[in-house]
Structure formats: C-alpha cells, structure tokens
C-alpha cells in the first residue's frame, strides 16, 4: 500500500505533541485519570442519539435502541467501571526484597506507569465500543491516545470526530479519520502501544508495521466461535440462546456463534427449534426495523456466496423465519446451513453475519477433535449440565474465552480481561488485566543498610566461602 504521507506527518505531529506534554506533566493522577474518563461518558451521553442514528443510517439499518444498548450503554460501563477502579489498580504493589539474596532493609515494589501514547483502531461492527472500550483501560492506566474509527461507517466517525475533538485537547486523545492508509501511517509511527480491532488478515499487516518499531500490540481479532451442544442440553433454552445471539448485530459480531455442534440424532430438533426461537424475536425481515442490517454490498454478497456455496457442495440450507432472501436491501433471514462438507467456504471462514453452521455429531470427542484442527477461536460456548462433560471440553480446547449455558456473555464482563488467543488475537482488554496491558509494570529496588556482599563473599577476591552458599 502507498503510505499516506499527509496522514502520517498529521499523526506523527499529534504523537509528538502528545509526548512533549507527557514529558511535561507527568504522569496524571488519579483524579486526573478519573476526570479524563468522565469527559469521555459525557461525549456519549451528549451525541447519543447522533451516534445512534449515525450507525443506522451507516449500516442501512440498525436499531436505534440496539446502538444505544451495545455501543453507547456498552462504552460507558465500561468507562465507568475503570472510573471506579482505577484506584485499587493504582494501589502500591510492594514485592519482596530478595534479589536474590537477602537485602537487609531494602525494600521493593512494581509501579504501573502509563505507557505512553497509546493508538486505538477500531471496526465498523461495533464503531464506538471498539474504540472506547479500550480507551477505558488505556486512559484507567494514565495514557493519552489517537483513536482511528474504521471507513465503513463515516457518519459515525464523523460524529466521532466531532465529539472528541470538541471535548480534548488531542495532546490528551485526539481522534483521526480515513481508510487503510490511514491505519496504515498510524501504525507505521512509533506508538507505545497499538489496540487493533479487527480482521486476522489485517491484524498481521499492523503487528508487521508495529514490530518495525517494536511497538507492542493488542490484537483483538475473530474466528469461528464454536458452540457445542452437549449431554443433555435443554434445546429449546439454547436454541433461544444462540437466536439471540446470532440476531445480535446480525451476526456480525467477533464473538457471535458460527458453528453448532449438535449430537446427530437431535439435529433435526435443534435446527427447528432455532428457526422458531430466531422467528419468535424476528417475525419478518425485509421491513423489520428491529433487524440490523448486513453493512454493506460487499459483505452481504459475501455471507450470500458462504450460503449459495455451500447449498450448492450439497448442504442443507434452512432459513428462519422462513421467508425468501430481501432484494431491496440488506436485511437477511437467518440461514442455517445443515452438515455443509468440509471443501465449502463457509466452513473455513468466519461468517460474520445472519448464517450459521449447523453440525451432526457422534461423539463429544469428534467435537474436541475438530476445533482444535482450526485455528484457536475468540469464543467458545458448550450448553448442558453434564459437569465432567463441560471441564473435559473446557480443559481440551483452546479459545479467548467461554460461557457455559449461553453466548458472548464472557465478552461483557467487566472484572474479567476480553481477548483472544493464537489466531483469535493476543493481548487485552477490560478489567485488571486490561489497566495491566496498558501499563510498563516497573520495578523499583531501593536499597537501605550496609553493603554486605563483601562480607558474605559475593566480591573479589573470591573464597571457599562463596561456594559452599
Ligand atoms: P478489518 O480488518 O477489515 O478493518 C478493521 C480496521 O482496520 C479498520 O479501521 C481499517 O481501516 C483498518 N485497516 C484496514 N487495512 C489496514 C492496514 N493495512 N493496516 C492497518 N489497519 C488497517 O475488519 P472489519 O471488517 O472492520 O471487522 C471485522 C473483523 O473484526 C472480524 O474478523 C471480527 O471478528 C473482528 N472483530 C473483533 C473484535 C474483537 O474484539 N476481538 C471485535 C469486533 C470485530
């Protein structure tokens, strides 16, 4: 990609601005950290309804209450539960002394110190949570930061912009605008720490940029979340489960459930049982407006080739409601794409929208088998009561994270770090260990007392003594 030199020296004034009042002031205190964090609540709770409506006309689509909900709700618990914390974070870390012998009178301790300026790239699927959700933890932890909202939804970055502008001066967090080269100059600067939100196959393009700086990353990225129905799992309370889930966002969610596990001789149960769950919230689709919509031509065309591939390897396409595929817009029906064949696309690819795999099983160990022959999801749901069945599976796969009983509940907790691991991601946000990932946890010795190491033979000349320690 050609660099965009405009936006590189734009961001690289900005970076430099931010680290001349860095160097300046120090780092913010609490109160400081508290107060940053409260402007960004009032941003939200002042252009809430602008965002809202910015992300329906953005996606074609969208409920305004669901935007509400999900980013603007979902950004300020989180900004508020760093508000409220940041001060047990901050709490002295004292550590023991030995280093490594014993120092008499010495004492020890880590100190969380911002990084630095910290670069926040965000998706189009949840614009403002994917940028203020970090945000959050990155302010919590005393940093400043340069946000960039994804090309995909202008007008929200627009009043994005417009909102965090007016309410910080962008040597604390300044906000910048554009498309691939925009993320791409961002990127390439020397940040101290980069958050990118998004695609496995991009995420790779910013963690090669990063490292030509060593700047270090969190890659927050998707995969093909698996969700296991196991022994005994109340179909009709997981199969309502999984529709809210799957209609949340319209699927396009990282953590949404893409595929289903099902025990072969409850399969046919299952799939009706989705199709009546998903129709029961969602009895129509072309002129709901509680459905979202696919955001634009190129994704819809993409989740409709993962269907019509896969009808056409043979698989089973059921759709719920069960009402034919809208022309005149982008708003889907749920598909539910029954025992596609390995070779089909939507088996390999995240579905990211209104579709869904649907997969016999025999045993709960060909389940095991096949999720650990992919790459490591972000999410992983296993419905039932059979409690050794639940650790086993918990204990033998990989992923970000779990809810056991019901979907993306994990990805909501506050006291508890969201991230993925392998190819779902690295690093987090959310809770400790997100202040933590935003931290340089840096050890201080300070030493009091006499210098013993001569006496207790650790200096030259070297004796019997020292061997015999
Ligand atoms: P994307 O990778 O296409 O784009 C995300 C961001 O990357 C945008 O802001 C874009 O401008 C930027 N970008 C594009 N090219 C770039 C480059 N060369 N260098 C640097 N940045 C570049 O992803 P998307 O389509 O917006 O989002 C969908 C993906 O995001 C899915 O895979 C989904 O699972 C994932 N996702 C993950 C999470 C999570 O928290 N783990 C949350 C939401 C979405």
Redesign the pocket.
Known sequence: ?ERNIQAHEQISTILDRQRKTRLAAGAPDADERRARIQQVIDLLVDRADDLAKAMDDDFGGRPEGYSLMNDVVGSITALKYSRDTLESWLAPDGRDAYAPYDQLGATAEVLHQPKGSVGI??????PVY?LMSPLAGALAAGNQAVL?????VPRTAEVLADAVSAAFDPEVVAIVT???????A??SLPFDHIV????????K??MA?AARNLVPVT?????KSPTVIGTGADLADAAHRIAVGKWTNGG????SPDTVYVPAERLDDFVEALRGAYSALVPTIEDNADVVAIVDDR?AARVDGYVEDAARLGARVETAPNVPVPQSNRRRPLRMVVNPPAEAVIRRE?I?GPAVVVLGYGDIDEVVEAVNAGPKP?ALYYFGHDTVEQESVIARTQS?GVTVNDVMMQ?GLQDAP???VGA??MGHYNGREGFLEFSHARSVFRSAGPDLRGEWGMLPPFTEQFRAM
């Open positions: 990609m790239i965000g998706t189009w699927n949840a994917t960039k909202p994804s090309e995909l554009g498309g691939p080269d925009v993320a791409d961002l990127t990118f939100t998004g695609s496995s196959a991009v995420g393009l910013v940029n890659l927050e990225l998707g995969g396009q969610i990282c953590v994704h995240e990211f972000l970000g990805g969201f991230g993925g779902s991601g």
